[in-house]
């Protein structure tokens, strides 16, 4: 008797292989939590990977302007997983108020400062880092961090044009720059897991879900993913999450993971970008290229 | 597509649904990104307002529309107008949902052509009508096969620039099908298309009437989705063994994903190629119920009954089934990809399955012309883009299949200069081709230059026979101790003797041995210098940790014609036929010292008594 594999089981595996592959390779390894379905599923995706247990740092870049959710839900499952914690931020710019919604800076310019550049030098450990005490709670400052040479991300192809030409292992270059013409081949599972000094790899072990994906291994996991994303009475929700003063909810009023699943098969999203709500993109011309060139997740 | 058929599909649920990878291949300008434009458009996959905003951007622009722009989401590559990398589209049919591979068709970016191709189930091969079969349909013919595609169909497009002429089409259909015969790949149809206008892509039209086969999107919904591979033997690379102590987590996990096969708790099972065995006592699983049973494409985690020492990159199969073949020379079939030509002597990294080794270029066969399929031999080295049988050499034996027997552990890839840069396929073990590392030692000794003064002479003056002693066992077991406490008796001795405190953890030894390929070349290194040294009459200590039978026999064949004695501490892992004394930890430095020195002599490298 041979059971079969949904597509939810292939998309697991595959991305389980992924992850262990990674904690294989690389000793400096990180992964990014956004704290938004697709990060966390990531993390889900890790406990999977190993047992119920987390053995990687998870990094989140608080541009310091998230929707205030975002970091209490944060608190919360970082404590109640024993996560190692790692939180990244332009305490600078903060300070001078060099920021789109303080109105100094434009909001692609600032996606790229509070972002983009937060996010190389808290990997590449020149920016101070703050991780989570677990006793106390707090987090607590270090300074001259190892780079991390191993950076998971929770990038998926269908999200727009340029996610869809990632490799499963891309490597970057010393700027952190992605030289997309010069990918190296990746073939049968065979991953480039070697990389040159001053250089880093960015695994994506979600190339392969869709945002339905997503949302139907939440729902068959049940995943306590956070609550913005359904409609608590007004008739508005958000769908892909961000910084507070760039990103919108959209109308809609399903208030359950089964809401959205049924809203993304057959309803009014079916034929909807997922990131429509985000202000930035538009600014880019319609596609995240430059600002993923640079270093953007 | 009908939106009632897809809203029934809906509602059944995507999750049983499997979603299908088809790669689509061809030469540059045949027109790849258009038909996959076209099936995007003609079957409503696109998101709502993508196919007005091109449009209106073209109409900006002021230059015509065209479908392959749908695709072109990168700016440089809309300049350029050819696709650099493989991007990956979603699209449903009335059967299932597919993931479009847009394969390049540049001989520039044909690393990028291999990517998008293995990853997929399927190929659709696109030929202009009226350019023909090109250099580069042949080529990519060749390696779908290579990569083991073996669905496919041919779409000759482009008829509208032909006339839509029945003649034009049969002509490449036969010249094409006789081809790709040589190559293993039987299409199942070759189909007459207009991209640009729509005509058998996802419907018929009127412009073919004397074509009566599938239309593309029909030719899709045709293939079958591979089988799970359960019929074959179980073959489970693994990929690396868990232990989360410090979480309070004490199962020891061997996980890995199963190749092929099937796996239940109680099996016997045995690691290639180390050979040990052991008993499935569990399957392991977070937030998921209890399975006595697992089967091909899975990710499993599992523990033993009774433990075993393994690495990473064994291969765990089922003692009542066949085993994998095991050897250090393998007979290969690969396709080179890096920007330098792949050569001899140099050291490069092989990765099989979960195995991760240092492997050398031994021999080339024939190197072959994948468009022409021509072969050439006397080759001294592989170029970009070639195809070639050759002959790879191992420092250890590695475990696979032959790529005709089981495809999943019979392939492999090859990494220059940190990426990959070659693929290919094992098709057998190889097994009379001569020893890297004794040719080498035998070419040493040839062009040693030496003195008059023999090691007889030397051995008269230093009143003792050289030898280089090895202290082998698990790290952090009080070797380096031993090794020093001996070399301070010898030397009390007044013996020639010297210990080489090479820290392990300089060159990687005491990190993960799956996390780096620098061991190798640090026994290298001891070898080297180990026969130096007894060459000069001396002793030379050293301490290994982890050392294995493999990797004694390099340190053996590297200081040959010098001698060796083996000290193994605790739980070496040797065979003791390997091991000249056993101690037991935990050591006493100074008495073993004794122990090993009291050796010395019985074997007489240190006579008490000599005349």
């Known amino acids: ?297 | 597509m009908s939106t009632v058929l897809e809203s029934q599909m809906i509602k059944n649920g995507t999750q049983g649904a499997q979603k299908m990878n088809i790669v689509i291949i061809g030469h540059v300008d045949h027109g790849k990104s258009t038909l996959i434009g076209r099936l995007l458009a003609d079957t409503q996959s696109l998101p709502k307002g993508k196919l007005e905003a091109v449009k209106a951007q073209c109409a900006y622009h002021a230059r015509p529309f065209e479908y392959a722009f749908l695709l072109d989401a990168l700016k440089d590559e809309q300049s350029q107008g050819i696709t650099i990398d493989s991007a990956r589209c979603f699209f449903k049919s009335k059967k299932r949902e597919y993931i479009l591979i847009d394969a390049p068709g540049h001989i520039e970016f044909l690393k990028n052509m291999i990517s998008g191709a293995a990853r997929a189930e399927a190929a659709v091969l696109v030929i202009d009508a009226h350019e023909g079969v090109q250099e580069n349909s042949r080529r990519h013919g060749y390696l779908l096969g290579m990569l083991g595609i073996r669905q496919a169909i041919v779409c000759v497009n482009k008829m509208d620039l032909a006339g839509y002429d029945r003649r034009v089409f049969e002509r490449i259909r036969s010249e094409f099908s006789a081809f790709l015969t040589q190559t293993g790949i039987a299409p199942r149809h070759f189909i007459p298309i207009s991209a640009r206008d729509g005509f058998n892509v996802a419907a018929a039209g009127d412009a073919m009437p004397w074509y009566d086969g599938p239309t593309v999107l029909e030719a899709l919904d045709g293939f079958e989705k591979e089988p799970p591979r359960v019929g074959q033997p179980l073959r489970l690379p693994i990929q690396d063994i868990y232990k989360f102590t410090e979480q309070g987590d004490n199962r020891r996990i061997f996980a890995g994903r199963i190749e092929t096969g099937t796996l239940r708790v109680g099996d016997a099972v045995v690691f290639y190629p180390s050979g040990k065995r052991s008993t499935i006592a569990s399957i392991e699983a977070f937030n998921a119920p209890p399975v006595h049973e697992a089967t091909a494409g899975e990710a499993v985690g599992v523990t033993l009954r009774e433990q075993v020492y393994v690495r990473p990159g064994e291969l765990l199969v089922r003692t009542d089934e066949s085993p994998p073949a095991t050897a250090r020379q393998l007979r290969v079939n690969l396709f080179w990809m890096g920007r330098e030509p792949m050569i001899f002597n140099k050291r490069y990294l092989l990765k099989l399955g979960t195995a991760r080794a240092p492997v050398w270029l031994r021999q080339i066969r024939t190197v072959l012309d994948a468009s022409e399929l021509t072969t050439e031999r006397n080759r001294r080295h592989i170029q970009r883009h070639d195809v070639a049988e050759c002959v790879l050499e191992t420092l250890k034996p590695i475990a696979f299949d032959p790529t005709a027997e089981i495809a999943q552990t019979g392939r492999f890839v090859l990494i220059d200069n940190y990426h990959i840069a070659g693929g290919g396929v094992v098709l057998q073990a190889e097994s009379n081709a001569a020893d890297r590392l004794s040719e080498h030692v035998q070419q040493r000794e040839k062009s040693w230059r030496r003195s008059r003064i023999t090691p007889l002479m030397r051995s008269y003056r230093t009143g003792q026979r050289s030898t280089l002693v090895v202290i082998a066992g698990p790290p952090q077991t009080g070797k380096a101790a031993l090794a020093q406490a001996l070399e301070e008796k010898l030397f009390a001795a007044g013996r020639q003797v010297y210990y080489l405190g090479l820290d392990n953890s300089l060159l990687g030894m005491d990190e993960d041995i799956s996390r780096n390929y620098l061991r190798d070349e640090y026994l290298r290194r001891l070898g080297e210098v180990a026969h130096v040294f007894t060459d000069a009459g001396m002793i030379l200590i050293t301490t290994v940790s982890d050392l294995d039978s493999y990797e004694l026999q390099v340190l053996r064949t590297l200081n040959h014609p010098g001698e060796n004695l083996i000290i193994g501490v605790g739980a070496h892992g040797l065979a003791a036929a390997d091991v000249d004394l056993k101690l037991n930890v935990p050591l006493n430095p100074s008495e073993a010292a004794g122990q090993v020195a009291n050796l010395l002599t019985e074997r007489h490298y240190l006579p008490e008594y000599y005349l």
């Open chain 1, 1 to 297: 008797m041979t059971k079969t594999m949904t597509q939810l089981d292939v998309l697991e595996a595959q991305s389980v292989y992924i992850l262990r592959e990674a904690y294989r390779s690389f000793k400096q390894l990180v992964m990014l939590w956004s704290i938004g379905k697709d990060s966390t599923v990531l993390l889900w995706l890790a406990r999977k990977a190993f047992f119920g247990h987390v053995p990687v740092p998870l990094m989140h870049i608080d541009t310091g302007f998230k929707i205030p959710e975002m970091i209490q839900y944060r608190d919360t499952f970082a404590l109640k997983w024993k996560l190692n914690l790692i939180v990244g931020q332009d305490v600078e710019a903060l300070e001078h108020k060099h920021t789109f919604p303080d109105g100094n800076l434009s909001r692609l310019v600032c996606c790229k400062r509070l972002k983009s550049e937060t996010l190389k030098h808290t990997l590449s450990g020149e920016w101070p880092r703050w991780a989570l005490n677990h006793k106390t709670g707090a987090y607590e400052r270090q300074d001259g961090g190892e780079p991390f040479t191993g950076v998971i991300v929770g990038a998926r192809a269908d999200e727009e044009g340029s996610r869809s030409k990632e490799r499963y292992f891309s490597p970057r270059d010393t700027h952190s720059e992605w030289d997309i013409a010069e990918q190296p081949p990746e073939l049968w599972n065979q991953f480039n897991t070697d990389f040159a000094p001053g250089t880093h790899v960015r695994i994506h072990p979600l190339l392969d879900w869709t945002e339905l994906n997503i949302w139907e291994y939440i729902e068959r996991e049940n995943i306590p993913i956070i609550d913005l994303y359904f409609d608590k009475g007004d008739g508005k929700r958000y769908r892909s999450l961000g910084c507070a003063p760039c990103t919108g909810p959209v109308d809609s009023t399903a208030q359950n993971v089964r809401e959205v699943i049924e809203e993304l098969r057959s309803g009014k999203f079916s034929n909807i970008a997922e990131r429509s709500g985000r202000q930035q993109d538009a600014e880019d011309g319609g596609g995240l290229e430059t600002l993923r060139r640079e270093g953007y997740m």
